[in-house]
């Protein structure tokens, strides 16, 4: 009797220190730079969505290197209907500014980019942050400022993979295996490959 009561309390010992906490996307109000109010995480439910957080003028300096992939992959091929790419997936995409300095200059700056790279389709998905940065900086537990922050959030807004920094092929390739993966969508943990 004196195993089995030790084999449940160390089942109960175990199982709450290795159990993952769900992490949700806080809820927070953006505005796009069509002027549409976004609220998230409720207006993504039912789909994955991929957030990409700048802080400041480095982190979107780093976002421009995703709008490319990201406009087509998430963006352009549904706006569209073009025929199926490989790399088209039917899910969310926010880019959020959430910058002290996060006003018309910066506005001004990614319109601009986007005219000049005809990537006009992004504009809706093109989100200022409403609220006081430093808040949304703590909720998501973003330490480096410079640095751009990307998050995959599952059909309930639980976050399931985060990642950092400039866009390149190996970081894409991860992105797009958790977003086609049919499994990871249910989980409310940390994704895990």
């Known amino acids: 009797m004196k195993k089995l009561a030790l084999f449940i309390s160390i089942f109960i010992l175990m199982s709450t220190v290795f159990k993952k906490e769900k992490v949700y996307f806080p809820k927070s109000t953006f505005v796009s730079l069509t002027e549409k109010t976004v609220n998230l995480p409720a207006d993504a439910k039912g789909k994955f969505t991929v957030v990409f957080v700048a802080m ?9 290197t995703w709008f490319k992939k990201m406009d087509t992959a998430l963006v352009y091929t549904k706006n569209n209907n073009a025929v199926l790419v490989e790399d088209q997936l039917d899910d969310n995409l926010y ?5 002290k300095n996060a006003g018309t200059n910066i506005s001004g700056r990614v319109l601009d980019t986007l005219t000049k790279n ?6 809706d998905n093109i989100l200022f942050y409403a609220g006081v940065p430093d808040t949304l900086s703590t909720s998501l537990k973003i330490s480096n400022p410079d640095k751009l922050t990307g998050f995959v959030l599952n059909y309930n807004g639980v976050i399931v993979y985060r990642f950092s920094g400039v866009y390149t092929e190996p970081k894409w390739k991860a992105l797009k295996e958790i977003l086609a993966d049919p499994d990871a969508s249910s989980y409310d943990h940390q994704y895990q490959k």
Request: without cysteine; glycine residues 10%; proline residues 0%.
């Open 56 to 64: 400041n003028k480095k982190g979107i300096d780093t976002m421009f």
């Open 95 to 99: 880019f959020i500014i959430a910058g």
């Open 118 to 123: 005809k990537e006009l389709d992004l504009k």
